[in-house]
């Protein structure tokens, strides 16, 4: 016999052939188990009525209490609707249907009070419902209080089906005495622990809310069980890896370490730095490969926080290395970490694509003696013929502009994995953090070495062209230097767009009195670094660019960030390129100029920035307007985005519990990892022991879930 769930919809009572049929094609359901997870999309209170009145163009569909007065058919033909007139005792709308004229037309009688349910839009200055509920007002039947809506296709709307219809089936489904046959997904411990609603009772509550409160706890239960299953994944895989890869024990910290840190750091960690330097120690003397994302806003002093790990590395007696994703970024890595590293007798070295073939040669040798400690570079360090004697970190600056095999490469670097330290500029918030990188680790700096001052940022059009022109100005006789930034390269007629090709000659003009140079991603790579230098030199005083200085590059002097068109910019990439600037200068600016007519989403989005300097604030921002799934730096994860009751951008607190319960579940049970141990396994924390038909229960649900296998190298 067929489970309850797996039932053909063609046995529910009020089904049969036809309606099967039509469950399947339109709503995709097929059996009684599609029907019971096929939820309602919203819930409306009908206890309350509304006033015409009351009505604006954003409500969702509401009640409203009144009379028919009067139908008229207008129009031929296909385009024939019939039209009535609805009174609620003080005002009139429109009630309009499109098909089944003659149906609705002697369906309802003058003089009855009745309910009508629906949308109201505007239309030509009318209020208007299309297509509503109507059902006759009985003033002894008490409020239904809480109800949920269905979504329902057009083409079964236009043959006369409401949400009623899905509400009568639901119906019938729970009245089923086979219903008792579904399967609670949660083992008990964990409904317990965490006073989850069981799984029958959340259904319910789904289709026919009790009251809020239930239906908020059906709710919660649901988004539980889909993060805490996901969450369970996430970690199961990586603790498998941990037991496949074994990972250097670095664990001492040595005179390397100490004596930078006593006697030659040239400032005061944060608090956030010193934290993260924890977390990063207590990964690598486990014996377990760390993996760690380390999430610190621009300028929040991630280089220091590298350089320091190396330090552990070199302290052990490893090598290390830090790749970056540009030449001037690996550049200005080494400048300072040489700086920092010659302090303590470290030999650090820069490896990049234009490195000339003797210092080349030179410094293959040094990686593969071990006379080199620290080596910068780009994707330079990738080539099979550098060799290390024994590298024992990586460091990788902005991850996403690394690819993930390029990254996988690193670690075929030496018999043993490196730990792996993968910076990001790129705040994700981190909810999202957890899952798109669910088995990295992850690290935040949440805190600004003290001193900054915040950019001041404004939100101009194009007509206060003449006072921006001043503020830089002014800039430029203090001797500082200023970004433009376009969205286009080139002039594009079908968009009315700015270009940096038109821009530089009119900022040419404008400031005749000061060199500019320019860069765009359609240049060579020598000769955008040929430009980037006269910026970063100071020789050039404006730089003209598109988005290719967001990255990561490092100029003090520059006070002014002017970007053109902002509103073509998403939020992340915004505060990427006003973190250019801030980093030395007393006042520095950021001018988002944008035509005069934005509006909505576009204008929000603009204030937020106006408003705010919180990387993290910014970011969450962004993923409540966009979705998870549109956020940068989450597209190359292999994870889909298919969360089907949860949502990342306000479940946050659930997924902090539902990672809490897989930890411990997977602290009491590492028998749910299904590797052989051979690295190092030592999880401390909490515990949550299950019974054995429980963990039964956890490895069926995680394989009906996931057992289409992720591609899982496209994760780390
Ligand atoms: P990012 O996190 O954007 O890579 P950097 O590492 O480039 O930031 O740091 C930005 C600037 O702040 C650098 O000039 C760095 O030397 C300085 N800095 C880093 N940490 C501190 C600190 N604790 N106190 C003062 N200045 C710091
Ligand atoms: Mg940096």
Known sequence: MNSFLDTDIKFLKGVGDKRAKLLETELEISTFGDLLYTFPYRYVDTSRFYKISEFSGEMPSVQVLGRFVGFTTEGEGLRQRLKASFYDGKRFMEVVWFSKLNFFKTAYQPGVTYILFGKPTLYRDIWQMAHPEVSAYDASRPP?????????????????????????????LFANARIKEVEETIPTEIMSRYSLMPLLEALSNLHFPQSPDKLRKARERMKFEELYYLQLHILRYSRERGRRIKGHVLGKIGDYFNTYYKRFIPFELTGAQKRVLHEIRDDMRTGRQMNRLLQGDVGS???????????MGVDNGFQCAIMAPTEILAGQHYETIRKWGESIGLRVELLTGSTRTKARREIHEGLVSGDIDIIVGTHALLEDNVQFRNLGITVIDEQHRFGVAQRAKMWKKSSIAPHVLVMTATPIPRTLAMTVYGDLDVSVIDELPPGRKPVQTFLKFDNARMEVN?????????????????????????LELKSVEE??????????????????????????????????????????????????????????????????????????LRGRVGRGADHSYCILMTKHNIAGDTRKRLSIMTETSDGFLISEADMKMRGPGDMEGTQQSGIAFNLKIANLASDGQILNVARQAAEAVLNAHPELVEAPACGVERYEGERLALSEASVAMVRKELRIRFSKTYDWSQIS
């Open 144 to 172: 239904e209080g809480f109800r949920g809506v269905y979504s329902i296709p057009d083409k079964l709307r236009k043959r006369g089906y409401s949400t009623r219809l899905l509400s009568d089936l639901a119906k019938n």
């Open 301 to 311: 002093g991630k280089t220091m926080v590298a350089f320091m790990t190396m330090l």
């Open 470 to 494: 001043r503020l830089i100005n002014r800039e430029l006789q203090e001797g500082r230097q200023v970004y433009i930034v376009y969205p286009l390269v080139k002039e594009n007629p079908k």
């Open 503 to 576: 821009g530089i000659e009119r900022v040419r003009g404008m400031f005749p009195n000061v060199k500019v140079c320019m860069v765009h991603g359609q240049m060579k790579p020598a000769e955008k670094d040929y430009q980037m230098d006269q910026f970063v030199s100071g020789e050039a005083r404006i730089l003209v660019a598109t988005t290719v200085i967001e990255v990561g590059v490092n100029v003090p002097n520059a006070s002014v960030m002017l970007i053109e068109n902002a509103e073509r910019f998403g939020l992340s990439q915004l505060h990427q």
